[in-house]
Antibody, heavy 122, light 107 residues
Framework: EVQLVESGGGLVQPGRSLRLSCAAS????????MHWVRQAPGKGLEWVSGISWNSDTIGYADSVKGRFTISRDNAKNSLYLQMNSLKTEDTALYYCAKASGQWLIVFFPDSWGQGTLVTVSS | AIQMTQSPSSLSASVGDRVTITCRASQGIRNDLGWYQQKPGKAPKLLIY???SLQSGVPSRFSGSGSGTDFTLTISSLQPEDFATYYCLQDYNYPHTFGQGTKLEIK
């Protein structure tokens, strides 16, 4: 059974940094692309970033480009999101999601964690 | 970025009804579209991928169609467990983008 467990969320002041982690199990991690998707309280889903199986292909939403960095450690079955220069509008539940294949295009997120809450406030 | 416009934003329907939700892309995306269902407090669930392929384990009352810029999700006979919010997602290029969601409520 696929399991994705996010961690690292919390309350942080604007302008500060936070690093999210996602621990994966139940599948061969390095066979699949991975994504981060967020949902602000009471709002819709927003795709944040994705990374291919071998880290060769990475994409970001325009709203986070230049501030967030996605990475993965296939030896540790882990996905990360380094979030710098946080803004109040980054407040959201952040989901880690596994794609259905190796690449970011064509292969959709098909398994999701339960999310970790990031609150950016002074 | 490609804009995904869903309609309607909300919908009231009864058990047994046939329901259609549409998603329009601001440019052609081939068939690189998925549909998700989200219930309150839960993670999204993939229903349809590649515009019309049913994800494993999803009931056959769900179906998808379309290509290019216009797509539809159809639920042939609503069941009580189908009342939720539905999102489309394009993964044709970066950044991937979701529609704004359609909340399906009980009439």
């Amino acid at each position: 059974e696929v399991q994705l467990v996010e961690s690292g969320g919390g309350l942080v002041q604007p302008g500060r940094s936070l690093r999210l982690s996602c621990a994966a199990s139940g599948f061969t991690f390095d066979d699949y692309a991975m994504h981060w998707v967020r949902q602000a309280p009471g709002k819709g889903l927003e795709w944040v970033s994705g990374i291919s199986w071998n880290s060769d292909t990475i994409g970001y939403a325009d709203s986070v480009k230049g501030r967030f960095t996605i990475s993965r450690d296939n030896a540790k079955n882990s996905l990360y999101l380094q979030m710098n220069s946080l803004k109040t509008e980054d407040t959201a539940l952040y989901y880690c999601a596994k794609a259905s294949g190796q690449w970011l295009i064509v292969f959709f997120p098909d398994s999701w964690g339960q999310g970790t809450l990031v609150t950016v406030s002074s | 970025a490609i804009q995904m416009t869903q309609s309607p934003s909300s919908l009231s329907a009864s058990v047994g009804d046939r329901v259609t939700i549409t998603c329009r892309a601001s440019q052609g995306i081939r068939n690189d579209l998925g549909w998700y269902q989200q219930k309150p407090g839960k993670a999204p669930k993939l229903l349809i991928y590649a515009a019309s392929s049913l994800q494993s384990g999803v009931p056959s009352r769900f179906s998808g169609s379309g290509s290019g810029t216009d797509f539809t999700l159809t639920i042939s006979s609503l069941q009580p467990e189908d009342f939720a919010t539905y999102y489309c997602l394009q993964d044709y290029n970066y950044p991937h983008t979701f529609g704004q969601g359609t909340k399906l409520e009980i009439k």
